[in-house]
C-alpha cells in the first residue's frame, strides 16, 4: 500500500491538497483510504460533509477517516506514564537526600517522554497499518498535523530508543535481583511491574512498526504543501532537511495559493511580484518536483471542487505514483570508504555536528538530532571525514 504524508506550515493547504490527491488517485482507479491525525480535524468542513470518527466512504474509492485521538490513546500510555512519573519522582528524592548530583540523561529522556506532544499523532498513525491490514485499498493519503508536530513525532522513536536501551534493559536486568532488597527498604515502588513492562513494550513494538512504514522510502513518500510567502518557504526548507535527517523521503512540493495572472495589474500585483520572488525560491530550495495550483475565486469544497482541482494540479500523472524516487539517507562503498550519505539541502557546513556513539552515529543539524544506528559493517570503525557537499552530508568511515 502506498503512504503519503501530507505536512506544512498551519493553514497552507494540507488538508486541501491531501484530498485533492485522494480524488486524483481515485480518478486514476486506486481504492483510496484518507487519514486526518492531525488533532484539530477538518477533513469534514473541506468535504462539506459531517463525518463520525469510523470511516465513511465519501464518493466512489475514497473512504476518509478522522481518527480520535481518545479512542487510539489507549490504556498502554496511561500506565507508562504513572510510572514515569513515579520514576521522576523518585530519582529527584535520592537526588537531594545525596546532595546536588545534577540531573542524570536518564531523568531528561523520562521527562521528554513525559512531556512529548507529537505523541498522540504518532500513536494515530498505528492506523496506517490497520487501513493495511484490511487490504482493502491500494493509497492511504495523510493529512498530518503542522510540521512541528510531525517533525518532533519522528524524533520520538529516537528518544524512546533511547529509553528501552539505556534505562529500560538495564532495569530489566537487574529487577529480578533488585526486587527483593527494595522490598526490603519500601523503594519497589521505582521499579516497574510486570503491567509496566508489557506496556511499554507494546508501544515500543507499535512505535517501531509505524516507524518502519514511515521510513520505508518504497513506498511512502510525504508531501510538502507551501505557499509562496518568505515565513512559509523558509520553514518548509528546514522541514524538508529534517524530514530527510530522520530518514522520510519527501517525493514532490505542492506549491498552493499562486495568485494567476489576472493579478499581475491592479490592487494585487506588488503581492504577485513577492509570489514570484518566492516561486524562484521554492524552484532553488527543494531538489523534487513542483505541482502549482493557483488561488481559487473561492474555497475549494466537496468532492466535485476537489476532483477538479486534482486534475488541474497532476494533469495525466497518478498523484499515487512516485513524482521522485530518491533515499535520504544511504551507503556508498568506494575502494576507498565506506560513506554514509544524508541529503540536507539549504543546510550550511555551520550547522551540522557529527559525533560518534559506539554503534549509533549521532547527527546534529541546527536544533534538531538523529540517533543512526550503523550497520554491522561499519560500527566500531573510526570517522575519516565529515563534508557537505551540494546538499548532501557526507560520513566518511576508513576502511
Ligand atoms: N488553492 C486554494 N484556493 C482557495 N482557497 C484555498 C486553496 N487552498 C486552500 N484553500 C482554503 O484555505 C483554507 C485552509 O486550507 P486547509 O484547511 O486545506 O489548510 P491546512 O494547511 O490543512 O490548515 P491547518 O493547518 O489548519 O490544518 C480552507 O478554507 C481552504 O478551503
Ligand atoms: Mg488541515
Redesign the pocket.
Same mark, same amino acid.
Given at each position: 500500500m502506498r503512504v503519503l504524508l501530507h505536512t506544512?506550515? #498551519? #493553514? +497552507? #493547504? =494540507?488538508?486541501? &491538497? !491531501? @484530498?485533492t490527491t485522494a480524488f486524483g488517485a481515485a480518478l486514476h482507479g486506486h481504492r483510496v483510504f484518507v487519514l486526518s491525525t492531525?488533532a /484539530?480535524h477538518?477533513l469534514g468542513? !473541506?468535504l462539506g460533509m459531517q463525518l463520525g470518527s469510523g470511516p465513511k466512504e465519501v464518493a466512489p474509492g475514497v473512504t476518509v477517516q478522522e481518527l480520535s485521538v481518545l479512542d487510539e490513546l489507549d490504556d498502554a500510555w496511561s500506565v507508562i506514564q504513572q510510572w514515569l512519573d513515579a520514576f521522576l519522582r523518585g530519582e529527584r528524592a535520592s537526588r537531594s537526600a545525596s546532595g546536588d548530583a545534577p540531573e542524570g540523561e536518564e531523568e531528561m529522556v523520562a521527562e521528554e517522554l513525559l512531556a512529548f506532544p507529537g505523541l498522540e499523532e504518532l500513536i494515530s498513525l498505528r492506523a496506517i497499518r490497520r487501513v493495511e491490514q484490511t487490504g482493502d485499498y491500494d493509497v492511504c493519503v495523510v493529512?498530518c /498535523? *503542522?510540521t512541528g508536530a510531525t517533525l518532533r513525532l519522528l524524533r520520538f522513536p529516537d528518544v524512546l530508543h533511547f529509553f528501552m536501551e539505556n534505562v529500560f534493559e538495564w532495569k530489566r536486568r537487574t529487577m529480578r535481583m533488585v526486587r527483593p532488597f527494595a522490598k526490603a527498604v519500601h523503594a519497589d515502588r521505582f521499579l516497574p511491574s510486570d503491567e509496566v513492562f508489557a506496556a511499554i513494550e507494546r508501544l515500543y513494538q507499535d512505535i517501531a512498526d509505524v516507524r518502519q512504514i514511515l521510513l520505508d522510502a518504497d513506498r511512502t513518500s510525504a508531501r510538502l +504543501?507551501v505557499n509562496p510567502a518568505r515565513v512559509v518557504v523558509d520553514e518548509t526548507r528546514r522541514s524538508f532537511a529534517y524530514l530527510s535527517l530522520y530518514g522520510v523521503a519527501t517525493d514532490a512540493v505542492l506549491v498552493?495559493? +499562486?495568485l494567476p495572472d489576472a493579478a499581475s495589474s491592479g490592487y494585487f500585483s506588488r503581492w504577485a511580484e513577492r509570489q514570484r520572488e518566492e516561486l524562484g525560491e521554492i524552484e532553488r530550495s527543494f531538489p523534487v518536483p513542483r505541482y502549482v &495550483? *493557483? @488561488? =481559487?475565486? #473561492?474555497?475549494?469544497?466537496g468532492p466535485d471542487a476537489l476532483t477538479a482541482?486534482s486534475r488541474e494540479l497532476f494533469g495525466d500523472a497518478d498523484p499515487a505514483g512516485f513524482f521522485s524516487r530518491s533515499r535520504p539517507i544511504r551507503l556508498r562503498k568506494d575502494a576507498a570508504a565506506t560513506v554514509l550519505e544524508i541529503d540536507l539541502p539549504n543546510v550550511r557546513e555551520d550547522e551540522v555536528r557529527v559525533v560518534s556513539a559506539g554503534r549509533d552515529l549521532v547527527v546534529h543539524v541546527r536544533d534538531a538530532q538523529r540517533l543512526i544506528s550503523l550497520p554491522d559493517s561499519i560500527t566500531g570503525r573510526p570517522l575519516e571525514d565529515v563534508a557537505l557537499r551540494d546538499g548532501v552530508l557526507e560520513v566518511s568511515f576508513a576502511p
Open positions: 506544512g506550515k #498551519g #493553514g +497552507v #493547504g =494540507k488538508t486541501t &491538497m !491531501a @484530498l492531525d /484539530a477538518s468542513d !473541506a493529512d /498535523a *503542522p +504543501v498552493n495559493r +499562486v &495550483m *493557483p @488561488l =481559487k475565486q #473561492g474555497e475549494p469544497i482541482l
